[in-house]
C-alpha cells in the first residue's frame, strides 16, 4: 500500500511538473512568427500585447480549431489525396496501429522496422539511403490522423503529439553533419512542409492538444518552411517538388509573417524551371517516365495552390500551355495499359491511379479532348489524331499500331544526356502487343546507399541488360543520339539514330516498323574500335522462352497464342548467347526473366552489321522466316532492297536510312 501510493505521489509529482512546464513555456518570442494582425487574429494580438501569452496561444489554439471546422483538410498537393468520408483502408490502419508501436515503414519496398519504446530517429536498419531519408518523411503521421478522425480514439491524438515533439527535440538542425544530411535534406524537408498542414487540421480538435504543443508545433513548421528557399536543390524534380511545397506552405499557413515570401519563391523558381527543364517536345529534361509524370502533377498542383489565393495570374499562359504539351507528351508514349516504359529509374502505375490524374488534369484542361480519352478509359473525348509518334528533342520515338488495348506499340529511348535517373541504354525500347508487354525495361530495383546496396543498384544501369548494342559487353561511354532519320507512313514507319557510344565505335540503330505489325532492326558498329560485339534482348518474365542456336532464334511459347519471335537473319557468323536476365517493377523487388544477345567479332575498323527481326505471331509455333538481299541492297550506305520470307509469303522491303 505504501509502495503504491509513492508510485501515485510521484506520478502526480511529473503530472504537475509537466502541467508547470507547459505553463510556462510560451513566452513573447514564441509569436515572432505569426502575423498577428491577420484577420480572425485580433483576441490573439489583445493577448499577445497585454503580456498574456498563455492565454494568447489559447485564442491562437480556437482560432486554428475553428478554421478547421469551416474549411476540411487541404489533400490537394499529396501524392495520393486522401479522402476523409472514405472508410479506412487495411494498410492505412495498419501503419496507424504499428506506429503507436514505433514501428514504421519508412520506405514500401521495405517491412516495418522498430524504432525502440524510445525512439532512434537515427536508426538506419538497412543501409539504403532511402530507408534512413525516408523515414524522416513520417509517412504514418498522416495515417495517425486519418485514423484519429474516424475513430475520435485519442491514443492516436496523444501518441503523434508525443511523436512530433520527440523528432523536433532529437533532430535539430545542426545536430550533426551526418543528421542534418538525413533530416534537414531539402527533399525531406518539403515532404514534411506538404504532409502537415491536413495532419495538423486533423489533430488540432483533440483535447490533448494543448496551447503549448500549438506553439512547439508552429515554430517547427516555420522554421522547416523558412529553411527551403534558401536551400532548394540545384535542379531537377527535387527543386520541383520543394518549390512547389514552399507555395503550398505559404497557402496553408497563411497566418506565417513569412508566408507571402514563401508563396512569391515557389512561384518565382516553378516560372524558372518549367522553361529549364521541359524540352520543346513536352518532355522533361531528366528522360524518366515516372519523374516526367511526377513535373506535370508539381506544376499543377502549384497553380491549383496559387489559385486558391488568387495568385494563379502570377503564372503566364505559357506555364499552363507548357504542362499541357507535357501531357500530351505522356499520351504519345503511353502503352494500352495506362503505363509507361520504365526508362531511367521507372516503375508501374495502377492504371486507374493513372486515370485518376488525367481526370484531374482535364479538369484543368476541358476542352482537351484527348486528355478527356483518357481520363474516361475512351468512353468520351477523341483518341489522339496521331499513330507513331517522334518526341525529337527528349529522343523518345513510339511506333504504334492504333490507339485501343490490343494495338502493337513500341517505344524505343535514344536521347541526349540526362540526369541523375537517366542510365546508359541509348536503344533500349518497350514493346507492348495485345495487351501484354514483351520486352519491359529492367527497371530500377534500388536508388543508393552503402557499397553493397550501390553493387545491385549498378547491375540494373548497365547497358548489357538494355536491349542495344555493346562492345566487350561494357557501358555506353555517350549517350547523345543524333536522329538522323523519322518517316512515318501507311505501311512503313522508318527511325534512324546514331549513338556515339564508345570511344571510335559508333552504334546506329535503324527500326523499321512494317505493315504496323512487325519490326525489322538494323544495327551497325561503326569506327576503328574492335572486341566482341553484342545486341541484347530481354523478354518477359513469364514467356517460357525457346532458345533455337541453330537458327539463332528466340521465341515465347504463351499458352494464348499471343507470342513473339526475335531471330538473326544475318548471313555472316552470328552466335546466340544466352544471358542473366533480371527485372524489377517495384522498389527492392525482382524477378528473374529470359536475356540473350547476338554477338560477333569485330576485328578490324570495318562496319558490322546486325539484322533481326521482331516478329509477333497467333499461335504455338514460331514462323519460318528467311531474308534474301537483292540487287543495290547496302546496308552500309543506308540503302535497303530487300525480300522477306515469312511462311512462304514475301514482303518486298525498300528505303533508305
Known amino acids: 500500500m505504501v509502495l503504491k501510493r509513492i508510485i501515485v505521489f510521484a506520478s502526480l509529482v511529473v503530472y504537475c511538473e509537466n502541467a508547470l512546464a507547459q505553463s510556462t513555456s510560451i513566452n513573447k518570442k514564441d509569436f515572432e512568427a505569426i502575423n498577428l494582425s491577420y484577420p480572425g487574429l485580433k483576441k490573439t494580438n489583445q493577448l499577445f500585447t497585454a503580456g498574456k501569452y498563455d492565454d494568447a496561444a489559447k485564442a491562437l489554439l480556437d482560432y486554428y480549431r475553428k478554421k478547421s471546422k469551416v474549411k476540411e483538410p487541404d489533400f490537394s498537393n499529396a501524392e495520393k489525396p486522401a479522402d476523409i468520408h472514405q472508410p479506412i483502408d487495411k494498410v492505412t490502419q495498419e501503419m496507424a496501429d504499428k506506429a503507436l508501436l514505433h514501428q514504421f515503414q519508412p520506405h514500401k519496398g521495405y517491412g516495418y522496422f522498430d524504432y525502440g519504446k524510445d525512439i532512434n530517429w537515427q536508426m538506419w536498419p538497412v543501409k539504403d539511403n532511402e530507408v534512413r531519408w525516408q523515414l524522416h518523411r513520417v509517412k504514418w503521421w498522416q495515417p495517425m490522423a486519418l485514423v484519429y478522425h474516424a475513430t475520435a480514439n485519442e491514443k492516436y491524438a496523444k501518441e503523434w503529439i508525443y511523436q512530433y515533439s520527440d523528432w ?33 487540421s486533423l489533430f488540432v480538435n483533440s483535447p490533448n492538444f494543448s496551447p503549448a504543443f500549438l506553439m512547439e508545433f508552429l515554430n517547427s513548421y516555420q522554421q ?57 517536345d513536352g518532355m522533361q529534361f531528366e528522360l524518366s517516365p515516372v519523374y516526367h509524370v511526377a513535373a506535370i502533377d508539381i506544376f499543377l498542383k502549384a497553380y491549383g495552390s496559387a489559385q486558391r489565393v488568387n495568385l494563379e495570374k502570377e503564372f503566364p499562359q505559357s506555364y499552363v500551355q507548357t504542362i499541357e504539351n507535357m501531357i500530351m507528351a505522356l499520351i504519345s508514349i503511353t502503352l494500352p495499359d495506362y503505363n509507361t516504359p520504365m526508362f531511367g529509374d521507372s516503375w508501374l502505375t495502377d492504371k486507374s491511379f493513372r486515370m485518376k490524374q488525367f481526370a484531374s488534369w482535364n479538369k484543368i484542361f476541358p476542352k482537351n479532348e484527348v486528355i478527356r480519352y483518357f481520363a474516361t478509359d475512351g468512353k468520351e473525348g477523341k483518341a489522339p489524331g496521331f499513330l507513331s509518334k517522334a518526341l525529337s528533342n527528349a529522343g523518345f520515338y513510339t511506333f504504334r499500331s492504333g490507339w485501343d488495348k490490343n ?26 502487343i495485345k495487351g501484354r508487354n514483351f520486352t519491359p525495361d529492367a527497371g530500377v530495383f534500388v536508388y543508393s546507399g552503402d557499397e553493397a546496396i550501390m553493387k545491385l543498384r549498378n547491375w540494373y544501369r548497365q547497358t548489357r541488360i538494355h536491349s542495344t548494342l555493346t562492345l566487350d559487353n561494357q557501358n555506353m561511354v555517350i549517350t547523345n543520339a543524333r536522329q538522323d532519320k523519322w518517316q512515318t507512313g501507311k505501311n512503313l514507319d522508318v527511325l534512324t539514330y546514331t549513338n556515339p557510344s564508345y570511344p571510335e565505335l559508333n552504334h546506329q540503330r535503324s527500326v523499321l516498323f512494317i505493315n504496323q505489325q512487325y519490326f525489322l532492326v538494323i544495327d551497325k558498329a561503326v569506327g576503328k574500335a574492335t572486341g566482341n560485339l553484342g545486341v541484347h534482348w530481354q523478354l518477359k518474365e513469364d514467356s517460357k522462352a525457346i532458345f533455337n542456336q541453330a537458327k539463332n532464334q528466340v521465341y515465347t511459347t504463351y499458352g494464348d497464342g499471343n507470342n513473339l519471335l526475335i531471330q538473326s537473319l544475318n548471313k555472316d557468323k552470328v552466335s546466340l548467347k544466352e544471358e542473366e536476365g533480371k527485372v524489377s517493377y517495384v522498389y527492392n523487388k525482382e524477378l528473374n526473366r529470359p536475356a540473350f544477345a547476338f554477338e560477333k567479332a569485330k576485328k578490324d575498323n570495318s562496319t558490322q552489321t546486325f539484322v533481326s527481326i521482331i516478329y509477333p505471331y497467333s499461335s504455338q509455333n514460331a514462323p519460318e522466316i528467311s531474308l534474301k538481299e537483292n540487287a543495290g541492297n547496302d546496308f552500309e550506305k543506308g540503302t535497303l532492297n530487300l525480300t522477306l520470307s515469312i511462311d512462304g509469303k514475301k514482303q518486298e522491303i525498300q528505303t533508305s536510312f
Not at 514534411?192 to 495532419?199: G, H, W
Open 168 to 200: 523536433a527535440r532529437k533532430n535539430p538542425l545542426g545536430l550533426s553533419q551526418d543528421n542534418d544530411k538525413f533530416v534537414w535534406r531539402p527533399l525531406e524537408v518539403s515532404d514534411r512542409v506538404q504532409s502537415l498542414p491536413p495532419t495538423f
Open 224 to 280: 522547416q518552411a523558412d529553411y527551403l528557399p534558401a536551400n532548394y536543390a540545384k535542379e531537377g524534380n527535387h527543386r520541383l517538388f520543394e518549390a512547389q511545397r514552399t507555395l503550398f506552405a505559404g497557402v496553408s499557413f497563411p497566418e506565417f509573417k513569412n508566408s507571402p515570401k514563401w508563396r512569391q519563391s515557389g512561384i518565382t523558381v516553378l516560372n524558372t524551371e518549367i522553361k529549364k527543364q521541359v524540352f520543346a
Open 407 to 432: 494495338a502493337t506499340v513500341m517505344v524505343l529511348k535514344a536521347s541526349p544526356p540526362g540526369k541523375f535517373h537517366a542510365q546508359p541504354d541509348n536503344g533500349t525500347f518497350e514493346l507492348f
